[in-house]
């Protein structure tokens, strides 16, 4: 099984400094659902490991949360491509968590479900903790430039870079060629 996890906020969609709290405020970076279908019509498994705090710190419920990976899944699937799974960690960063990235609760999630080795297995997101979690299970830490990614390029300078999404798809599928 060949296997693509991605961070959300940022790199899917656009990033929120008040949080993503509804559906209407999900809004998808330009390419990047048409990169997630290229993944999926190349044969990769795709899914979601995502921070989403707002519901631990009150600001919207897991129902809100369900109808915002539902107009994700749907705008995916619209495109032509589909998310495989969506894990998230609902915790608010006091709550000691082990599914909060940069721990790596989210990827062993993961790796359970689909019975993989994530050795090697790209891992696209924005921020630091995306990165840090990804190299601590053997991933393969991929930054991009959207969301928080500029900010986090500062501490991440020997990171695998990419301008947007689509851009890190590109070269993933030139891989395999």
Aim: proline share 5%; aromatic share 6%.
């Amino acid at each position: 099984m060949r296997l693509v996890i991605l961070d959300r906020d940022g790199v899917i969609n656009q990033e929120s400094d008040a949080y993503i709290k509804t559906p209407e405020e999900w809004i998808p970076i330009p390419g990047s659902l048409e990169a997630i279908a290229r993944l999926s019509k190349a044969g990769y498994t795709v899914v979601v490991a995502s921070n989403q705090s707002g519901v631990g710190r009150g600001l919207f419920s897991l129902d809100t949360l369900a109808a915002i990976n539902g107009r994700m899944r749907k705008a995916v699937e619209a495109a032509g491509g589909k998310l495989d799974g969506i894990f998230f960690c609902p915790h608010a960063p006091d709550e000691r968590c082990d599914c909060r990235k940069p721990k790596t609760g989210l990827f062993k999630q993961i790796a359970e479900r689909y019975k993989v080795d994530l050795k090697g297995v790209p891992m696209i997101g924005d921020s630091g903790r995306d990165l840090a979690a990804a190299r601590t299970v053997g991933g393969r830490p991929i930054l991009v430039m959207t969301g928080r990614g500029l900010q986090t390029l500062e501490n991440e300078p020997d990171a695998e870079v990419y301008t947007d999404l689509a851009a890190a798809v590109a070269h993933i599928l030139k891989e395999i060629h």
